[in-house]
């Protein structure tokens, strides 16, 4: 089968379409045949090993020359090839969707998973949608859902035009929140036009200068300080932080992890509630939730670009360089 292979770390001109065995289903897994699969940042980071202390933090996925797994990708999209002999919620021929998870191997033909990373396929999505919600939706999903969102309250999201954001203002929403975004001047009409109730443009507001106060701050971009963000909570906010930051030539110490670990440690020493998404679980009932919000028209994957296979390495360099807005999605 074709895929996309890396043996070890650098830019996306490291990464070459190769011929490999197709992989073969585990008595728990899945062999799914790909028809599309989602760009996240999580690939440039791996891809990069950056930032640095991420290689010591996450063994099962970085290596010390380069990734442990040689195939990039994680979310996908597409038909059932083969099942184990102890998988019974799938058949194949279902259409499914999911989270390859710390092994990676999306960007490819044919990818195993084991059965509690999948889901069956929204009925009113595409293949290409579809693969666009696994790790960027289960992350807007989680972050919201242990800050307990509420009808009624003041939810912000900082990077709403994102991959996560896009999903984090819709969710919300479907909580009942008001919601504001924060995006860049071109991307102020994709957050309106998905609920986002205000829309600050970050070009020319400082959100964090503003006398509005938040129930939730949902962090997705790491550019402010920790003192900044709790300045604009409510006396009993919350403040989710997820990653987030730009890539440079060399991978870094900290990156974003850097306001990650700060939040981490001062938790216990502020008076508001300061969440940390360094691992987001990923599983069928997560997924299967997404697609009821899907199937009942409460939230829509927003797609920037599609590439095909081939074209993966520009893909991520666009993810990683050009500041997409919402998803980037391969079709195989």
Request: glycine content about 10%; aromatic content about 6%; some cysteine.
């Amino acid at each position: 089968m074709k895929a996309i292979f890396q043996d070890r770390y650098g830019s996306s001109d490291l990464l070459q379409l190769r011929d490999v065995d197709r992989p073969v289903a585990a008595d728990n897994e899945v062999l799914v045949r790909v028809h599309a699969a989602a760009v996240n940042a999580r690939d440039w980071h791996i891809m990069r090993g950056d930032p640095y202390l991420a290689r010591l933090m996450f063994r099962p996925v970085f290596g010390f020359g380069g990734p442990k797994t040689k195939i990039r990708g994680s979310d996908f999209a597409g038909r059932v090839e083969a099942v184990g002999s102890r998988v019974t919620r799938f058949r194949v021929g279902d259409e499914v969707y999911g989270d390859v998870g710390d092994g990676d191997g999306a960007f490819a033909e044919y990818v195993c998973a084991t059965d509690d990373l999948l889901d069956h396929k929204p009925a009113n999505l595409t293949f290409e949608q579809a693969a666009a919600i696994p790790l960027a939706g289960s992350t807007a999903l989680m972050g919201l859902r242990r800050a307990g969102v509420q009808p009624g309250q003041q939810v912000l999201i900082n990077g709403a035009s994102g991959g996560v954001g896009t999903f984090a203002v819709q969710i919300a929403r479907s909580l009942g929140a008001e919601v504001t975004g924060v995006c860049s001047t071109r991307n102020v009409d994709l957050v309106r036009s998905i609920g986002a109730d205000h829309v600050v443009d970050y070009t020319r507001e400082d959100f964090t200068h503003g006398n509005r106060r938040y129930d939730v701050l949902f962090d997705l971009v790491a550019n402010r300080s920790l003192g900044e963000y709790r300045r604009v909570l409510t006396p009993t906010g919350t403040l989710i932080l997820s990653g987030g930051g730009v890539s440079g030539p060399r991978p870094r110490l900290f990156g974003p992890m850097g306001l990650t670990l700060s939040g981490m440690m001062r938790a216990r020493f502020v008076r508001h509630r300061v969440l940390t998404l360094t691992d987001v679980p990923r599983s069928s009932e997560i997924l299967a939730s997404l697609r009821e919000l899907v199937e009942a028209g409460k939230v829509v994957p927003v797609i920037d670009q599609t590439y095909p296979l081939v074209e993966t390495p520009e893909a991520i360099r666009y993810v990683e360089v050009e500041h997409a807005r919402a998803k980037v999605v391969i079709t195989v």
